[in-house]
């Protein structure tokens, strides 16, 4: 049994990458070449030998630009 991460990037495509006991997500990102700016979605992915991968947790990154005018 292993855990994986896939980012699906704001561009459509997908990296996956296998985790390592005591990664960070920093260090995810460098294993995976992606800075955080670069993602739209994570699964947590639990890989059990030949059976179905178990989806964890999926969140979505979303950038709000908040303009402020003081006049």
């Given at each position: 049994m292993y855990?994986?991460?896939?980012?699906t990037?704001?561009?459509?495509t997908k990296r996956k990458i296998k985790i390592e006991?005591?990664?960070t997500l920093q260090d995810e990102l460098k294993k995976a070449?992606?800075?955080e700016s670069?993602?739209?979605q994570m699964q947590l992915?639990?890989?059990e030998g030949d059976k179905e991968s178990k989806y964890l947790d999926s969140f979505f990154?979303?950038?709000?630009?908040?303009?402020?005018?003081?006049?």
């Open positions: 855990q994986m991460r896939i980012f990037l704001r561009d459509g006991e005591g990664m070449g992606i800075t670069d993602i739209f992915v639990i890989q990154y979303y950038y709000v630009i908040i303009e402020v005018r003081v006049k």
